[in-house]
């Protein structure tokens, strides 16, 4: 059974930071990209970072580059996205996402930026 799971997230002043993690099981996590979405209610899904299977290659959304960071341990499973100034318009549910069997997401984590 495929899962992720998110966790990290919360409230955070502006200019702040936080680092999310997403935990991966049921399948060969280091041969699969790994991405970052986020959503606000109203819009759509919004790539923030993706990176490759062996690290090699990532992407970042234009809206948080410079300021956030993806990362993976393949040896726990895990991929992170660190996130540094944060502003209010950083504010939504983080996913985590991998392309295996389809596409499956995380549950969410909800990011919260303000005073």
């Known amino acids: 059974q495929v899962q992720l799971v998110e966790s990290g997230g919360g409230l955070v002043q502006p200019g702040g930071s936080l680092r999310l993690s997403c935990v991966a099981s049921?399948?060969?996590?280091?041969?699969?990209?790994m991405s970052w979405y986020r959503q606000v209610p109203g819009k759509e899904r919004e790539l923030v970072a993706s990176m490759t299977g062996g690290g090699g290659s990532v992407t970042y959304g234009a809206s948080v580059k410079g300021r956030f960071t993806i990362s993976r341990d393949n040896a726990k499973n895990t991929v992170y996205l660190q996130m540094d100034s944060l502003k209010p318009e950083d504010t939504a549910v983080y996913y985590c996402?991998?392309?295996?069997?389809?596409?499956?997401w995380g549950q969410g984590t909800q990011v919260t930026v303000s005073s």
């Open positions: 996402k991998t392309p295996f069997a389809g596409g499956t």
């Open positions: 049921g399948f060969t996590f280091k041969w699969f990209a």
